[in-house]
Structures are given as C-alpha cells and as structure tokens.
C-alpha cells in the first residue's frame, strides 16, 4: 500500500520503517524542511531497537507529490496540524484515507469541516497515541523503543470504524481497538497530563540539558502528582457520563510500582533536554489547555491541569492558552458548540 507519511522527525521515520519491513511503499515529507534535509544528507536510515533495518530514506519533493498515496498519515506535533491540514486540502481526493497519530485538540473537527466545503467524504482516523515510542540516539538513526500494545481508534462522527481498525490493522498490525468518539479520545489521551508532570518537576534538567531517565525519576511523590492529575481527568470524563481507563488500570501498587516495573524491565528512556521540548510547547496548548476547556463545560474542577499550565506559562514567558490554533476562538463555549454539546 502506498503511505504518505508527513513528517520526517522520529515518530515519522519509525513508521517509514515498520511500513517498510511491512512491505508496504512509504514517503515522508518535512513540512519545515529541516528533518528532510538531514535525510537527504544520508544514504541509509539506520533503525535499531523494536524495528530494525537500514533503509534508504523515501521522502516525497513536496505536499503535492505525498498527496498522491492512498493513505496519509499525520505524524508530526499538532503544533503543525492547522498548516499541514490547511496546505493538504486542495490535493486530497476520493478513495483516500487519513490518519492523525495522535489525534489533539479536535484536529479532525477542522479537517471535516473543510472536506465538507470541498465536497468530498474521506475517512478521517484519529488514535489517542502513536503506534510507537522513539528516541533519536545518534542523528538520523533512530531508535524504537517499544510498539504499543494498544491504541484506541475513533473517526469522525458516522465514519466507518470497522474499516478503520482494518487498514490501521493492515498497516500497523493488532494493536488498535474501537475507543468509542471523538470525545472518549481526548479524554483518554495520557500524554499530556504525564508530560506536564514529568517537565514540571524536572525543568531545571530540561533546561540545563542535563541527561536523566525519566521512569527512574518518576519518584514517589512525582507518582502521587500523577495519579492526582489523573484523577481529575477522571472526574472530567464522569462529567460528560464517560468511563475511561484510568492510568494505572488496576496496577497494586498504583502508578509508583508501573514505572517502577518498568524501569526493572529496562524500559527507561532518557527524558528531553530542551527547553523547546514538545513536552512543554505541543501538550501544554494543544492537549492541557482543550482538557481544561472540557472541565469547564462539563462543570468540573481542574486545578492542577490548570496551575500546570499557569506555571509553564510563567517560566516560559508564554500565554499557552493563546498558541492553539486548532480550537474556536470563543473558547469553551466554542468548543461545546462545535462538538455538538448541549
């Protein structure tokens, strides 16, 4: 199967490459330039880890030419959901499908709405995570730390999930299940709340471009933070009457033991070590902040996701909230009226 994959940073090369051993035909393509121009400085892209293999880097020569492949894979921060999105529309056609991974901040909404004015009706699959984790030890190798176990799927409103988990199951393998609408996975979305503590209470680290292993650092008290932010995503999902699985799913022990486990399996990787770390500028505005507005319709407190995002805003020197450009204008109000909330 032909794959667009835009993108060219680690998640994107991990795909190309598991799409690769697949036997599948991807592309990538660097929407700012930069991570292409370093695969195009190489003859191989080396891949160690849960992939495997040297490939020789497939990178499209523009939007125009990615646009091309039967499916199209966003793998790149949602800090350049809106550009891509925006600049991808006018290429798109019937028969196409298009995967957010991971799906923030209600990009598909946008990308309906604007398939709508087009006229055209394609498949637009959206999954809560990445299909794998990846590190970048020695640019532009890469490293796969782990394929997920699981990833839940949704689409747009009355978008056919069953064919959905049939061609992310073709191309990724038994990993995915239904996880219900587009609602259930921005609430069942663990990446930024787990991120903001991690950056939170190791910013000096990030900041000093000190080398730590973010599960060992994941402390008892920094597990206590965890599970208090979960708690509140909790509550948040309960206050729209949904259930989601909370972080530490049953673990005895809570979330101190699961990183503690992991860790003893020698899953450990190392944490960021910038400042500008997607950490910080991807999931505080375009996942902490649309949580927060979600509280706020659903009538429920969220003190620390909003404190969270208050005190990276300060010692940034950035209004967060104002950097999404994914989600209405008029805010929550906004938001509850494009999600067709009452």
């Known amino acids: 199967m032909n794959v667009g994959i835009v993108g060219a940073g680690n998640i994107a090369r991990a795909y190309f490459a598991y799409l690769s051993n697949a036997g599948h ?19 191989e892209l080396v891949v160690s880890g849960a992939v495997e293999g040297r490939f020789a880097p497939g990178l499209a020569a523009d939007i125009a030419e990615l646009a091309r492949a039967e499916v199209i894979i966003l793998a790149l921060p949602a800090t ?53 984790t990846c590190k970048r030890p020695e640019p532009p190798a890469i490293r796969v730390g782990a394929l997920r176990r699981l990833v839940e799927v949704c689409t747009l409103p009355g978008g056919d999930i069953a064919g959905a988990l049939v061609l992310c199951e073709t191309l990724f393998g038994p990993r995915f299940q239904h996880g219900g609408d587009l609602l259930d ?3 069942s979305n663990l990446n930024p709340q787990t991120h903001l503590a991690m950056a939170l209470c190791n910013l000096t680290r990030i900041e000093t471009g000190e080398q730590w292993h973010q599960n060992s650092l994941v402390t008892p008290s920094l597990a206590r ?57 991807e999931d505080v505005p375009f996942g902490l ?26 010692c940034h020197g950035r ?19 494009l999600l067709g909330l009452a």
């Open 289 to 314: 902040v649309p949580l927060v507005m979600l509280a706020e319709i659903a009538g429920v407190p969220a003190p620390l996701h909003e404190s969270g995002i208050r005190i990276l805003g300060a």
């Open 225 to 281: 933070f965890l599970e208090r932010l979960d708690a509140e995503r909790l509550a948040i999902a309960r206050g729209f009457g949904r259930r989601v699985r909370p972080q530490a799913d049953g673990a005895e022990g809570g979330l101190d033991a699961v990183f503690r486990a992991r860790v003893a399996a020698g899953v450990d990787p190392l944490g960021p070590v910038d400042p500008e770390t997607r950490y910080i500028t």
């Open 319 to 337: 209004e967060y909230g104002a950097l999404n450009d994914l989600l209405p204008q008029e805010g929550a109000s906004g938001l509850r009226a």
């Open 80 to 132: 350049g959901h809106r550009a891509v999105l925006d600049a991808l529309m006018p290429h798109l056609r019937d028969g196409q499908s298009i995967i957010i991974s991971a799906h923030l901040s209600f990009a598909a909404l946008h990308l309906g709405q604007a398939l709508q004015a087009r006229g055209l009706s394609l498949p637009v699959i959206c999954w809560n995570t990445t299909a794998m």
């Open 25 to 43: 035909s991807p592309r990538m393509w660097s929407p700012r330039g930069v991570a292409g121009a370093e695969l195009q400085a190489v003859t």
């Open 185 to 187: 996975n921005a609430l």
